[in-house]
């Protein structure tokens, strides 16, 4: 079957030790400086915050998710035909999981941030991990890598609704699976050296990544800052 439900991350706790502070998922601990705000300083500052600073997340969120589809495409090309770049390539990927963990940390804290950037690299690792069994046609290894994807997959939309309440897991994880399923689409295309397909399938994987970035920016907007 899929995930056991023992697996699953527990729910965001706050960790504030100034009754003074309204934020529900404050991390400051005994630094909190808030004076009866939702706006801790250790997340969006300690001023209120304009529409400027939710159009900069909004813009850092998509960026990292533009470079996840870009650099997982070059990967699937680099290594579908053998290419020289391929380790390189490969190793650029993975940072993405790092810069995606790194947008979390101001508002979630380094524990929190750097197990979203492993689901993200899990992620990843799998999906070359694919790619290479899918290429010498060991079905079986293909079978049970995608189910492992999914259960990641699965992790993800789980983990970021039990740290956000405004992200919800069921759409979150239907936005998943919907990109899992579009780049396997594109590298089957790939190896089948259906290039103008692959291509058709990694515009409609571009766009649907947008949408999960800004599923995310609007869910953290809406946890930290309230006002906008």
């Given amino acids: 079957m899929w995930q056991n439900e023992q697996r699953y991350f527990p729910y965001y706790q706050r960790n504030c030790s100034n009754f003074a502070c309204l934020n529900p998922y404050c991390q400051c601990g005994e630094i909190c400086q808030c004076n009866h705000s939702q706006q801790c300083h250790d997340g969006w500052g300690n001023t209120p915050h304009d529409k400027k600073q939710k159009v900069s997340l909004k813009s850092s969120m998509r960026l990292v998710w533009e470079q996840h589809v870009y650099w997982t495409r070059m990967t699937i090309i680099s290594m579908v035909f053998g290419l020289p770049d391929v380790d390189s ?106 290039f103008e397909s692959s291509i058709a399938v990694f515009d409609k994987i571009e766009q649907q990544a947008l949408e999960m970035a800004d599923t995310i920016t609007t869910g953290i907007a809406k946890q930290f800052v309230p006002l906008l």
């Fill in 89 to 194: 390539t490969t190793n650029r990927l993975l940072q993405n999981a790092n810069d995606m963990g790194n947008l979390l940390k101001p508002f979630y804290g380094n524990k929190i941030a750097a197990m979203y950037s492993n689901l993200i690299r899990e992620h990843l690792i799998i999906a070359a991990e694919l790619v290479k069994a899918a290429k010498v046609g060991n079905q079986k290894d293909v079978a049970a890598l995608e189910r492992k994807w999914y259960e990641n997959g699965k992790d993800v939309a789980e983990f970021l609704s039990r740290i956000n309440p405004f992200i919800s897991r069921d759409e979150f994880q239907k936005m998943w699976f919907e990109h899992l399923a579009l780049t396997k689409q594109e590298a089957v295309f790939m190896l089948q050296q259906d």
